[in-house]
């Protein structure tokens, strides 16, 4: 749990930062996804103080290590050939999506129920950008996809608490 807390606060924060850094907003406005980010992992570290350690340690590693390699070579691929077809708007929109699809196979393979909601989400709000105004979409991309990490993330530590 503690590992997946970190990991989703982290991308949430590069998820609202890529959205702010593409729409040129002014550089100090990261210092709120960041507050965010690291008052959920203080909250969940003074939550999960004494929580027994996790079951599964080596599977769950395996499987997480196993669907980020799936995932960072989709998005490799996936980003390469939208660029290559002029397509770069669609980029940020097919890397929610894939990150979404990661989820479920992190859901089952871990297994974490809450992990289907999550890659629901991406899924859904990459899905939902796709035809959003270009001018908008990577902030509200990022934003978005922010949340759903972060709510993620506070539901893992109330489910765990």
């Known amino acids: 749990m ?7 606060n982290i991308m949430a ?15 100090w406005w990261l210092a709120v996804p960041a507050a965010v980010s690291a008052a959920l992992l203080l909250w969940a570290q ?3 103080r004494d929580l027994p350690p996790p079951e599964g340690g080596e599977h769950v590693g395996r499987v997480v290590g196993i669907w980020s ?7 490799f ?3 390469n050939v939208l660029v290559n077809l002029h397509r770069s ?19 089952k393979g871990i297994p974490v129920r809450l992990y289907y909601a999550t890659g629901a989400a991406l899924v859904v709000v990459g899905a939902i950008a796709v035809v959003a105004p270009p001018w908008h979409m990577p902030i509200a991309l990022g934003v978005t996809a922010a949340v759903a990490l972060w709510a993620s993330g506070v539901a893992l530590v109330r489910n765990a608490a």
């Open 46 to 48: 003074c939550a999960a």
């Open 2 to 8: 503690r590992g997946g807390i970190w990991v989703l």
């Open 13 to 27: 924060f590069v998820w609202v930062a890529a959205g702010m850094l593409l729409t040129a907003r002014p550089i």
């Open 89 to 107: 708007d669609a980029v940020m929109p097919a890397i929610a999506i894939i990150v979404g699809l990661h989820f479920f196979g992190l859901a």
């Open 69 to 75: 390699a799936i995932e960072g070579v989709a998005i």
């Open 77 to 79: 691929v996936t980003a």
